[in-house]
């Protein structure tokens, strides 16, 4: 029989309050009692004991300040989820058993992780998991419980419920729930991978997390970056307030048994997550909106009802190359939506590139290639955004190499073309300053070099020439016509090739292609 405290605690739960806060110092379910909080209610309590037998579901909000003990198991604490939410638990008690659930919608790549500790693999049985190698950069399918029988904990992973086998559909982790400091150990960098540094890590514990900068983070970039709807989505608290957010990204807070992804930048990657950036709520506090006082451009491209976002900054922090911290390189969205990224010197598409501050001052030719893509025929809109944070004095236009078509950025923010799956996805360049005046400035170097098995060379607006790609036996592999702007030519393999540039201003390099 049910204690009297039990029936009425239960009753005031499910109907009459959102908010409880228990008097006593430990909350007690005895005898076989039932105790369901809801989606909406929240609840602390100082301590709590789940006896024998007994059991408690969870689906709204559980603080536990002090000891949580579950004398029940797995079947006697249920951390629900559907449609509507699942169950947040913030509590510092380890060795504390639970299932934890997770709902996952038919028919579309979920990033997950597990709260639990070395949750099995056969919870996915007839949904297809996958895990990712960023050693190689390469997907393997979890399909042999006995060769890969747990979930890694702090590692994401892929999930696909599939309509032909199970549809829409809860899964359930049964396991010792995860509390502490959570350590991020089995990180990898591997110059030469084609995605290198990319690990797909997740959140946890059993309610939300924010990626701030509590984190301890050794060689690790600065961006957490989201799979939402077939769009990535970023946020780096490392940035200048304003800049944090990438591609519409909201704050740093992720849900319980989400998967995100993380790129290490050199050797010896490593990070922690504090138990203290826990919350219930991906919005735990509401803030006023902060402008940033940083010059620079957001280019959003928009198709099919998808939107993708790329990010010109200039900081003082800022530096020609690639920084580890603010830079970010592209993730390719799915193919209906469009993908927009900058193409500095480097070779590497960046989605958020960070120039020194006088960059614009400083530069003989500044002008910012910009890549395009999306696989279906489609009509797109560009809209620039930040115009105004960048000095009157310079002009701002954007080169349509497909249509050869200049727009005046200071009169005009939005510009609107058709794209083909076709089509050459180096199409569009900025320029800060006047191209009429560019076109008598070649005293810029050109620059060239090599990124996943194609040679690029970038010439000045302007320009004109071509280019000679031998070899190391001296044989002439391919020749480029040079019009201004960025040209690229796929190579044959890997190895050392000589290109020579033959025009107004002659020079010969060497490059190395890796696939």
Known sequence: MKSLRVLFLQMIIYGFITNLSIGQSTLTVVNGGKMQITTGTSVQSQNLDIGNSSRLDLQGDLTVSGVLANDAGTPGFILRADASGQGSLMNNSTGVMATTEQFLESDRWHLISSPVVWASVTAYWDIYLKDWTEQNSTWYYIENPDLWPYLYPTEGYAVWADDALTGTTTVSLEGELITGDAAYNYLSYTPGASQDGWNLVGNPYPSALEWNTDWFVHNISGWAVFYEDGV?????????????????????????????????????????????????????????????????????????????????????????????????????????????????????????????????????????????????????????????????????????????????????????????????????????GNPDSMKDNLSADIGIYSYKGSVYIQTPFGYRGHANVYDISGRRITELQLNGGLSAHLLPGTGYYMVQIKGDMPTVRKVFIKN
């Open 232 to 432: 990535y989505t970023g946020w780096n608290p490392w940035m200048p307030v304003g800049q944090e957010s990438w591609n519409g990204r909201t704050s740093g807070w992720m849900a319980a048994n989400q998967g995100f992804w993380i790129r290490a930048v050199d050797a010896g990657p490593y990070m922690t997550s504090p138990q203290s950036a826990r919350a219930h709520s991906a919005t735990p506090f509401y803030k006023e909106e902060q402008l940033s006082d940083i010059a620079g451009l957001h280019l959003i491209a928009n198709a099919n009802e998808f939107s993708d976002e790329a990010v010109i900054l200039f900081m003082e922090e800022g530096t020609a190359g690639f920084d580890g911290l603010y830079d970010l390189s592209k993730m390719f969205n799915v193919d209906e939506a469009p993908n927009i990224y900058s193409i500095p010197d480097f070779g590497e598409n960046l989605s958020v590139n960070v120039l020194p501050e006088n960059w614009i001052q400083e530069s003989n030719t500044p002008v910012i290639p910009i890549g395009f893509k999306i696989t279906p025929n489609t009509s797109c809109l560009l809209r620039i955004e930040g115009i105004e944070t960048i000095d009157v004095e310079v002009p701002i236009f954007l080169e349509d190499l497909k249509e050869n078509e200049m727009t005046d950025l200071r009169m005009v923010q939005e510009y609107s073309f058709s794209s083909l799956s076709s089509d050459d996805p180096n199409r569009f360049l900025i320029h800060f």
